[in-house]
């Protein structure tokens, strides 16, 4: 789906992911009026149907998405692409807003496995049943660690009781080179098929329809930025 991307610079897990792709260097960005221009310009010549704000941490920064929305809704105001925010889930999710509401906004959750702890409770809250979510596990493509991870998957779905919302799965790359990209998500296709074929029974959560399958960094593969 045609998808503008905002990144922002700034996380709230310090230190970093290691697999963190973001770069946190300074903005670039001279004047909101050059930056607004910009938008407007991109919006108008392609036909989006989607606009993703990531990062970094986009909930850190939910006053400048809701300023982008209401540009946005004030400046061409027929236009109502599906709005996804990316997060790590571990700051609330925003309440409901008049422009927040405008848009059909979706939220895409990215725990942080390795941070288990950090979590509990975060999810039992009204503003989270209220929302559109999905969520998205980071995997290897190593079978062991892909055993490992899918394990611990099934644990925190379980233990946070979010077995009940759709989910992806997504590979960790460790380099940037496109064709190592490439090598490792077919890795990663073999080893779900052989763990399908062979433990599929264990691991029951991959069978159920709220698995959506892999969510793949296609602008990666494109080498766009
Ligand atoms: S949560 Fe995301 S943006 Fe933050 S350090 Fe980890 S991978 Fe990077």
């Avoid at 970093?16 to 910009?38: L, Q, R, V, W």
């Avoid at 998500?185 to 052989?194: R, S």
């Amino acid at each position: 789906m045609p998808t503008i991307f905002f990144r922002f610079n700034r996380c709230n897990i310090q230190p970093k992911c290691y697999y963190c792709d973001t770069e946190f260097s300074e903005n670039n960005i001279k004047s909101f009026e050059e930056f607004n221009k910009k938008i407007i310009t991109i919006v108008k010549n392609n036909i989006i149907r989607q606009i993703c704000f990531t990062g970094g941490e986009p909930l850190l920064f939910i006053e400048h998405i809701k300023s982008i929305l209401n540009f946005l809704h004030e400046m061409i105001n027929y236009y109502y692409p599906i709005v996804e925010i990316e997060t790590n889930g571990l700051l609330p999710l925003p309440e409901c807003s008049e422009i927040l509401n405008c848009y059909e906004v979706c939220y895409i959750i990215t725990p942080k496995l390795e941070k288990m702890n950090r979590y509990r409770n975060v999810f039992i809250n009204e503003q989270f049943e209220q929302r559109r979510i999905i969520f998205k596990f980071m995997v290897h493509s190593d079978i062991g660690q892909l055993l490992f991870d899918l394990t611990q998957i099934q644990v925190f779905r379980e233990f946070n009781m979010v077995g009940q919302y759709p989910f992806y799965l997504s590979p960790i790359n460790d380099s940037t080179d496109v064709q190592s990209i490439i090598n490792n998500y077919t890795l990663l296709l073999q080893n779900m098929n052989e763990l399908y074929r062979d433990i599929c029974n264990d691991l029951f959560f991959l069978n159920t329809n709220r698995f959506l399958g892999l969510s793949i960094q296609l602008h990666k593969v494109l080498e766009m930025k």
